[in-house]
């Protein structure tokens, strides 16, 4: 299972949120280039990059920062998500150095958005499913939609997508662990990766979704507990190599 550390991105600067607020933002640094190098260095083997700007825009705003991460660590795949509404811009950040588009509001709205993008870049599309009570929302959490959310993943299971990135919203940031349940009953569902998010508070959450790992459950993205200190990155991943070890 892959730990994947967040860098959201709000004028070029990196931030977090509680439950996708704008308003309700922390700042953790002015360089997420040295941010993304800071998790590298502790081992982390993929980032994830949000354009929280992008995301409530509807175009990419942070393009230039995403561009810096990239060149900085070629070696690092980074999935990057918020505000892709284009295959241009699914293009262009290919070009830059991305591994993987993550597709969210669109997604939803557009759902023949992604077999279109799925046929153009097979394997580099992951689609970010957010959820509460088992319905998706969209537009940056503002709107509860009536999809269900396995209904849907299973709707881009079939169009060819690389993985799910399946966020409880009610979990996000707000550092109440993982819904270990809800993410297991997805990645049952289909059988593609599930990426989960949202909630990770420490080594705890990671050993519940270490013991369920086998249902699917491919990574997990980590945002605020990484910076508020109450989950070592460093410490994570030798658990999750211990746990292989025994599993092997």
């Known amino acids: 299972m892959e730990l994947i550390p967040a860098i959201d991105l709000k004028e070029g600067k990196c931030v977090r949120l509680r439950q996708g607020r704008m308003e309700d933002e922390t700042v953790f640094s002015d360089n997420p280039v040295e941010m993304a190098r800071r998790w590298v260095e502790a081992g982390a083997t993929r980032l994830h990059l949000i354009d929280l700007d992008g995301a409530f825009a509807g175009s990419p705003k942070n393009h230039q920062v995403i561009r810096e991460i990239c060149a900085e660590f070629p070696d690092v795949p980074v999935e990057v998500g918020g505000g892709i509404r284009s295959a241009d811009t699914v293009l262009s950040y290919l070009e830059d150095g991305v591994q993987y ?20 870049f097979p394997g580099h599309i992951i689609v970010g499913l957010d959820a ?65 998010s ?15 790992e086998e ?20 410490e994570a991943q030798a658990l999750v190599s211990q746990y292989a070890q025994n599993s092997a």
């Open 215 to 234: 249902e699917g459950i491919s990574g997990v993205v980590i945002g605020r507990a990484l910076y508020e200190g109450t989950l070592d990155l460093a």
């Open 101 to 120: 588009a993550i597709i969210g509001t669109r997604a939803v709205s557009e759902p023949h958005f992604i077999s279109d993008l799925c046929f153009q």
């Open 198 to 212: 949202g909630g990770v508070t420490n080594l705890d959450d990671i050993r519940r979704l270490l013991e369920v």
């Open 132 to 196: 509460k009570d088992g319905k998706v929302a969209i537009d940056g959490w503002s709107k509860l939609s009536h999809h269900d959310v396995i209904d849907m993943a299973r709707h881009f299971e079939d169009d060819g997508v690389a993985a799910i990135i399946f966020t409880d919203i009610s979990k996000d940031g707000m550092m109440q662990g993982v819904n270990v349940d809800s993410t297991v009953a997805l990645a049952q569902a289909i059988r593609i990766p599930v990426i989960a």
